[in-house]
């Protein structure tokens, strides 16, 4: 059967992030009263309701907010168990450290595949419905080598951006020999997982890996063909973001404490600075500092870092609020890192945008603008998604 033609029309107010597409306006290329039409898994035609070609169907958004479809670009969903006492007691006053993930890691090895695989489709589906259409996840709950090759080959079935992240923390059977550990992560464990992701990744971070051991895991990650992204300077002050733009990373993750060399190096490199507020809102720790980077030229995204330890939420939308209400973001800011901005460092032209040839993703909120994500916070706003141009919400 030939593929159809849908046009969606009367879309009251669409951020199309291609302020190159006629009657769009501003950075965000905003076409009011304006139509998509979708071609397949693909955008075929964007511009004004009054203008739009003839085609085999038609969905009237009836004045609805559009937007690309959010790119979370930095997700931890291949676990088991889960750490609502430790969230709770650290919301009761302890504080947060990267030796909680082995709580984790002990449900993780525990679990069956089919454990692990309905979890993640469950979390995936979560996130759909608030209009996450492009997702990355980690491994880095397994810590063996049969545990990260499985975490890997599971998520590897349900999205094209798998990141290996065996140097997540030290095994507890490595405690007293690191260096061993990040032996195995860079030989056994790597060789078992290359074929399965397209990302290697590293916690260069106290109580994880320090600038020396990071660069190692990253630089064998590399040689195998793997492209770079770092968890860096979430906890304090540290060479992640620096080391990560060293490599040519494509993103340097959490940025929470930075200086101003690193912020430097941000804006002068390529390698995106993605914001998880989330993180932030379940540990109380200080909010990054977008304005900054911003204010110096960084590209910024914002991802939710869903995980069952320091941030469990897969909403970007909450994301969204969170960075204009606290970390410096305009609502126009804040939806561009969540849509081209996780793009961008997820090194992908084809999503984040609503144009010609880009993948037909497309949310539509029951709101008439996307400043609504952060003006009504908490509200289920998204009404209708298209992945890959086909109607999922």
């Given at each position: 059967m030939a593929p159809t033609t849908t046009a969606i029309t009367h879309i009251g107010s669409l951020v199309t992030n291609d302020p190159s597409l006629p009657g769009s306006a501003g950075p965000l290329g905003v076409i009011q009263d304006a139509a998509v039409v979708i071609d397949g898994d693909r955008v075929a035609w964007v511009g004004p309701t009054s203008k739009a070609p003839a085609t085999d169907n038609a969905v009237d958004a009836e004045g609805r907010a559009g937007l690309p479809g959010f790119v979370d670009s930095h997700s931890h969903l291949v676990f088991a168990g889960d750490r609502t006492e430790e969230f709770n007691a650290r919301m009761s006053g302890r504080s947060y450290s990267a030796g909680g993930i082995r709580t984790t890691v002990a449900a993780t090895r525990a679990a069956t595949d089919a454990e692990l695989e309905a979890n993640l489709r469950r979390h995936l589906d979560e996130a759909l419905r608030q209009g996450t259409t492009?997702?990355?996840?980690k491994s880095g709950y397994g810590l063996s080598v049969h545990d990260e090759a499985r975490a890997l080959r599971i998520a590897a079935a349900h999205t094209d951006e798998v990141t290996y992240l065996g140097a997540h923390v030290v095994a507890p059977e490595f405690a007293d020999d690191p260096d061993g550990y990040v032996a195995l992560v860079t030989g056994e464990m790597l060789d078992a997982c290359?074929?399965?992701?397209r990302w290697v990744d590293v916690f260069c971070e106290r109580g994880a890996f320090d600038g020396?051991?990071?660069r190692t895991v990253l630089?064998?990650?590399?040689a195998k063909g793997l492209h770079a992204r770092v968890h860096a300077n979430q906890l304090g002050h540290g060479p992640g973001v620096r080391l990560a733009v060293e490599l040519g990373a494509a993103s340097a993750d959490h940025c929470t404490h930075l200086t101003d060399a690193d912020v430097d190096a941000l804006?002068?490199?390529?390698?995106?600075?993605?914001?998880l507020p989330g993180a932030e809102f379940s540990t109380r720790a200080p909010w990054p500092d977008a304005r900054r980077l911003l204010d110096a030229g960084a590209t910024v995204a914002l991802s939710t870092d869903c995980n069952p330890g320091?941030?469990?939420?897969?909403?970007?939308?909450f994301c969204v609020a969170l960075a204009v209400r606290d970390m410096g973001m305009t609502p126009d800011e804040a939806v561009w890192a969540a849509t081209a901005g996780g793009a961008a460092a997820l090194r992908r032209t084809d999503v984040g945008r609503v144009a010609p040839g880009a993948r037909a993703d497309l949310v539509l909120l029951d709101a008439p603008s996307h400043v609504h994500l952060a003006y009504r916070p908490g509200v289920p706003l998204v009404s209708a998604v298209w992945r890959r141009g086909v109607r999922e919400v």
């Open positions: 492009t997702l990355e996840t290359a074929p399965h992701a020396d051991q990071a630089e064998a990650g590399i804006a002068s490199g390529d390698t995106v600075a993605t914001l320091s941030s469990f939420t897969s909403s970007v939308p």
